[in-house]
């Protein structure tokens, strides 16, 4: 099994990206998917999650409005679209994926089922 984050890269400030998690091994329809970032230097913060079945959504307060997670079940993928990105939103990017969780939490502590490695995102000034 294993969970893979892809999709970072460099970009200038105002600039787009996507990140998308996908999944071997695991229907990720049956998971609540997290993205979370982690900057050099910085705590690990939750950016935004998505519940197993239910869709719910949650975002961190200084994303919303501008991130949107969104589930391709014939993919097998989750996606992260990540507009009018800014200096600050410069990190390496993980997914995590915790089985049967329809109210997902943006808590990075929480003992989740699979860990993706991250993708760096870095947003020019």
């Known amino acids: 099994v294993q969970l893979q984050a892809s999709g970072g890269g460099l970009v200038q400030t105002g600039g787009s990206l996507r990140l998308s998690c996908s999944a071997s091994?695991?229907?990720?329809?049956?998971?609540?998917i997290m993205w979370y970032r982690q900057a050099p230097g910085k705590e690990r913060e939750g950016v935004s999650c998505?519940?197993?079945?239910?869709?719910?959504?949650k975002y961190g307060e200084s994303v919303r409005g501008r991130f949107t997670i969104s589930r391709d079940s014939a993919g097998n993928t989750v996606h992260l679209q990540m507009n009018s990105l800014r200096p600050e939103d410069t990190a390496v990017y993980y997914c995590?994926?915790?089985?049967?969780?329809?109210?997902?939490?943006?808590?990075?502590?929480?003992?989740?089922?699979?860990w993706g490695q991250g993708t760096q995102v870095t947003v020019s000034s």
């Open positions: 091994g695991l229907n990720l329809d049956d998971y609540a």
């Open positions: 998505i519940g197993s079945r239910d869709d719910r959504t």
């Open positions: 995590a994926a915790d089985l049967y969780v329809a109210a997902c939490m943006l808590i990075p502590t929480l003992p989740y089922d699979y």
